[in-house]
Structures are given as structure tokens and as C-alpha cells.
């Protein structure tokens, strides 16, 4: 907790909801939660939900466009180790449906062609309001940002210079945690 508010700029308790899907992450059975980043326009959403993955997922491109079919998903699900998509304005049916079987770990198509392959996703959704999937919503862990005043803007270059001292830091802090709640787990 000394790690993530300094990562991800939020207060205590919304670092806490963030360090609870983080450490979700982490855990071999299970179900992972879906987490859904909310808040006003200019609230942070999209740099959260890219520091929030990059720090268990460094990919090249952070934030997805919401997939439009089931290829679209499976291609997503093939290039990334946590879906999250940005500008979600609505979740349809079968996408909320597929994302809580991701969670829990599902056979989706392969984009090849092939044999259906088994895969386990996390994901995170980006949106201005909480979508209309009670499903979805119920198995979320949810973090509602508030609107930022204009001075407490910085700079992207810095945001990703400050981001990229404290990476480091933070996935240790993550791998610290976890091994703590191994050791306790019955042999």
C-alpha cells in the first residue's frame, strides 16, 4: 500500500479495490473479478486502467476498442494476457456473457481456425457510466474516480517517467503479497 497510491494516484480505499484485483490476478484457481474504471470526463479512467495493467501486463497496446463480434474478442484474447478496453459506452449481452466465462475460464474459438482453446482472462472496462450488465456488474470490482481539477493535470511524459520508477517497485510489492498469502495457504 506504499507502492500504489504513488502508481496509480488514488486514495486508500479505491488503492485498496485496485490491490484486490491486482492480487486476484495472482491466485492459480479462481475466478478473476471484472474491474470497471468510472468517473467524469477528464477523471484519469484511461491512465489509470493503463498503469493498473501494465503493471502485471506491459503490452504495446494498452487499451482496446470494445470487440464489435467473437473473432474480434478471441483475437483480443490471443494477443493479451488482461483484456481492457476503453470508451465503453455498452456491454451487449453476449459480450458480458463471454467476459464472466473468461473470468472463470473458458474454450473460445481459435482465431485460426482451429481447435477451441481454453483460456482464463481478466479484463478491464473503461466507462464514463456503470454498464447495464447486472451480471457483469455484480462480479466487478469497481472504482468510481472523481473529476480532477485542471491544475492537478500532469504532463503524460511525466505521468509515464513517474509510472516507470515505481513499476519496478510495485510489481515486487504485488509478488511480496503474494507470496505472504502462500504461505499461509493449508499444504
Not at 478473476?32 to 502485471?56: E, H, M
Not at 504532463?155 to 519496478?168: P, Q, V, Y
Amino acid at each position: 500500500m506504499e507502492v500504489l497510491p504513488e502508481i496509480l494516484g488514488l486514495d486508500e480505499s479505491q488503492c485498496l479495490r485496485a490491490l484486490i484485483w491486482l492480487m486476484a490476478l495472482l491466485q492459480a484457481e479462481g475466478g478473476y473479478p471484472v474491474l470497471i474504471i468510472t468517473g467524469a470526463s477528464q477523471s484519469g479512467k484511461t491512465r489509470l486502467a493503463t498503469n493498473i495493467r501494465q503493471v502485471l501486463d506491459p503490452s504495446a497496446i494498452p487499451l482496446l476498442p470494445l470487440p464489435k463480434n467473437k473473432k474480434e474478442l478471441s483475437d483480443a484474447v490471443a494477443a493479451n494476457l488482461i483484456l481492457a478496453f476503453d470508451n465503453v459506452r455498452e456491454v451487449p449481452p453476449w459480450l458480458a456473457d463471454d467476459i464472466l466465462s473468461l473470468s472463470e475460464g473458458t474454450a473460445l474459438p481459435s482465431s485460426h481456425g482451429g481447435q477451441p482453446v481454453q483460456r482464463k482472462a481478466s479484463t478491464i472496462l473503461v466507462c464514463d457510466e456503470i454498464p447495464d450488465a447486472p451480471n457483469l456488474v455484480q462480479n466487478a470490482v469497481i472504482l468510481r474516480l472523481k473529476q480532477r481539477p485542471a491544475a492537478g493535470f500532469l504532463d503524460k511524459s511525466a505521468l509515464d517517467r513517474a509510472f516507470a520508477c515505481a513499476h519496478a517497485k510495485g510489481l515486487g510489492s504485488l509478488v511480496h503479497l503474494a507470496v505472504q498469502a502462500l504461505v499461509h495457504v493449508p499444504k
